[in-house]
Nanobody
Framework: QVHLVESGGGLVQAGGSLRLSCAAS????????MAWFRQAPGKEREFVAA????????VYADSVKGRFTISRDNAKNTVYLQMNSLKPEDTAVYYC???????????????WGQGTQVTVSS
């Protein structure tokens, strides 16, 4: 059974930074792509960023490009999301997910964490 646990969420002022972490267990972490999605109240879940199994390739949503950075440490079975220049519209529950490829479509990810709340005040 794959288990993903996010951490690092919280309340931050606009312009601030947060780093989210997602610790994985249950299968060989380095064989699978990882991604971050988010869901704001009343909105659909949306793609944020994804990274290939090796960490060599990444893809970002246009809304976060240049502000967010996804990375992974396969030795620690952990994926990170560094979020800079945060905006109130970044407020959402952030979920990490794992799948076979670093697609932007959530349907391709088979395991999900429980989510961590990020709130950006104006």
């Amino acid at each position: 059974q794959v288990h993903l646990v996010e951490s690092g969420g919280g309340l931050v002022q606009a312009g601030g930074s947060l780093r989210l972490s997602c610790a994985a267990s249950g299968r060989t972490f380095g064989y699978y792509a990882m991604a971050w999605f988010r869901q704001a109240p009343g909105k659909e879940r949306e793609f944020v960023a994804a990274i290939s199994f090796s960490g060599d390739s990444t893809v970002y949503a246009d809304s976060v490009k240049g502000r967010f950075t996804i990375s992974r440490d396969n030795a620690k079975n952990t994926v990170y999301l560094q979020m800079n220049s945060l905006k109130p519209e970044d407020t959402a529950v952030y979920y990490c997910a794992t799948g076979s490829e670093y697609y932007t479509d959530y349907a391709y990810y088979d395991y999900w964490g429980q989510g961590t709340q990020v709130t950006v005040s104006s």
